[in-house]
């Protein structure tokens, strides 16, 4: 426990550089805050022009998925800054390496990868999707209680977690390629379809994002509770984050030794 | 008490053959044929605590597998290694608290910042006490002049500048061995100069264990006791550097400064054991080998004919005496 404190707190340190690394360059971070707005800008139109064409999915209203929508962006804007270093490992470790300097660190590997993550204007996500789970639980006349707040706080993070350990699990390929970025990147796109109610889906995909990858234990399940559509599936969301989690760095261990007995 | 112990260490890499030509990259895409090659060899050796080893070899001659292996970045074929107690592949995190290495040009510093930021992220992670890291911080800024450049940034360092601050990062948290690859690789003389002052100095002050491969043998014959001499991927010299010069060294070379000399000394003197090859009005220069001959007998000899003012020894370079071991091993 001592020494996930001190990794925790190590990956917070790595996390500041990085931030002070960023913030050198001004101009990369406002042209980097308007594409977020401009991706965000794109998926709000589409969610319009649907609702402009039918006035429930799945029994959902408008305003019931723009607040899925809106918890959705809250776990994507912290995964998107947090574990963005994952990207890195084929293209950047891997290529020039310096994998072997992390590697030489008094820290787990991935303490170091995730902890460099850059990407600080994937926050502008976050806090669009604070502004539209706030803006839509008041058009819902949804109480926000104390426990609400707290609820709603913890499984966003829960939520992230769950996403940056498949995508964790996703950069053990950069150990065979460099182009590990794209196969985190097309199995992260799949996410897409946990933006809607799943009982829009066939079944192939309801246990794609259910089971295999289950992306809906993110933003889908707890945007139920928070309607009152399904109480209990919420609570295995951490379950599942846990379990996501010992597999992930079980296999990523599995894979680095292999990787340094090949020696490549 | 050895700290660092190798027993019959090998590896073997499985590397893909490369054909020629395009169509030979396609081949290679599909059906890559693979050749397997011993990097290292069946190797021994045993380092003491405190002991300044100079790692070194040809190019491909293994030295960096074998760095690796100690480091823990790659697991052995077969062999055994304990470093301090450990066995590195095995608790490489553990292992890595205990030593520091420095990879040729790579920087294990932030780049993008200032200097001493990297030294305040290093010591959260080696968690190195405050009190220590101030006495570290303070000695290697005077040993390795860091004053102005902590507040800098990395990347607007020059090499040497740069290396020196690396040089410092490896030392902060008290290694109990270093391994150095190429440290001294594009630097001026007086960098060099300055990093080997450091490591001898660090060396006799807190015991560190130094391992260093490096192609410039000046900083061996400098900063080391010992020499490992590796050749495809084996060891044909483990031992002191001075009989590493004895043993291979050919010749030492002695300049003799005379005064009322004959026209000709070459004429009168006649010896086996040694040879005058050049001479000037009030100079001998003289070639002889260590084990035949000494330098008094020499100049019981000369001074029959002149009077000997001074004299100037000469060594043959760990370079000089290299080349010649190479030549002879490729010839066999």
Redesign the interface.
């Known amino acids: 426990m001592k020494q996930v404190l001190h990794n925790i707190s ?1 990956y917070l ?2 996390l500041k ?1 990085s931030l ?2 960023i913030l ?1 360059y001004r101009v990369d971070c406002i042209v980097g805050i308007f594409s977020e707005l401009v991706v965000e800008g794109v998926s709000l139109i589409f969610i319009f022009i649907v609702f402009r064409n039918t006035d429930n999915l799945a029994g959902w209203n408008f305003q019931q998925i723009l607040l899925l929508y809106g918890v959705t962006r809250i776990s994507l804007g912290i995964v998107g800054y947090c574990f963005d270093g994952l990207y890195d490992i084929g293209p950047k470790y891997m290529r020039n ?2 994998f ?2 992390i ?6 590997p991935l303490v170091s990868i995730i902890g460099a993550s850059k990407e600080f204007v994937a926050l502008t996500d976050f806090f669009i999707g604070i502004g539209i789970t706030i803006y839509m639980l008041i058009q819902l006349a949804i109480p926000i209680t104390f426990l609400l707040i707290f609820k709603i706080v913890f499984f966003s993070i829960v939520g992230a977690l769950i996403i940056g350990a498949i995508n964790t699990i996703f950069s053990i390929s950069s150990f065979w390629t460099y182009r590990s970025n794209e196969v985190i990147w097309s199995f992260y796109r799949i996410y897409t379809f946990a933006q809607y109610p799943i009982d829009i889906y066939n079944a192939f995909i309801k246990i794609i994002i259910t089971v295999i990858l289950p992306f809906a234990f993110v933003a889908y399940y707890p945007t139920m509770e928070y309607l009152g559509f399904n109480k209990y599936m919420i609570y295995l969301s951490p379950v599942v984050a846990i379990v996501l989690w010992i597999i992930a760095i079980k296999l990523w261990n599995l894979a680095l ?1 292999k990787y ?4 490549t | 008490m050895s700290i660092i112990k190798v027993e019959n260490l090998k ?1 073997e ?2 590397i893909i053959e490369k054909q020629n030509g395009l169509f030979g990259y396609f081949k290679n895409l599909i059906k890559p044929q693979y050749r397997e090659i011993t990097a290292v060899n069946n190797i021994n050796f045993e380092i003491k605590k405190g002991e300044l080893v100079g790692y070194i070899g040809e190019n491909g001659a293994g030295k960096s ?1 074998t760095i ?1 292996m100690l ?5 052995p074929t077969s062999g055994k290694i304990i470093v301090d107690g450990i066995v590195p ?1 095995e608790k ?3 292992n ?2 205990n ?1 520091g ?1 420095v ?1 040729g040009q ?1 920087t ?1 510093l ?4 200032p200097v001493i ?1 990297s030294f305040r ?1 290093i010591k ?3 968690r190195i006490p405050e009190n220590e890291y101030r006495k570290n911080l303070k000695n290697f800024t005077d040993i390795l002049n860091l004053e102005e450049l902590l507040e800098k940034q990395v990347k607007n360092l020059s090499l040497g500048q740069k290396m020196r601050c690396e040089i410092a990062a490896t030392f902060l948290h008290n290694p109990k061995i270093v391994y150095l690859d190429e440290p001294t690789i594009g630097l001026d003389v007086f960098v060099k100069e300055n990093i080997r002052k450091f490591i001898k100095e660090i060396n006799k002050e807190k015991e560190t264990t130094v391992i260093l491969t490096t192609h410039d043998l000046k900083d061996i014959e400098d900063v080391c006791d010992r020499i490992i001499l590796l050749d495809r991927g084996q060891i044909i010299y483990d031992g002191s550097k001075q009989s590493f010069k004895d043993a291979y060294g050919k010749y030492t070379l002695a300049e003799l400064i005379v005064s009322s000399k004959p026209v000709n000394c070459k004429e009168f003197v006649h010896s086996d054991s040694f040879e005058i090859i050049e001479e000037t009005e009030n100079k001998i220069k003289i070639k002889f080998k260590h084990l035949e001959t000494t330098i008094v007998n020499i100049m019981n000899e000369i001074s029959k004919y002149c009077i000997i003012d001074d004299i100037h020894m000469k060594e043959a370079e760990l370079e000089e005496i290299l080349k010649e071991i190479y030549k002879g091993a490729y010839k066999k």
């Open positions: 190590l340190s790595f550089i002070k690394e050198i390496g310096d072997d300097k590697l030489l660190r008094p820290v787990h030794n340094r007995s090949t020696g | 590896k890499y499985k597998t690796k480091t823990g970045l790659l697991t592949n490489r995190i553990q890595n608290r030593i290495a990879f790579k294990q932030w780049w993008d910042l930021e992220l959260k992670m080696f």
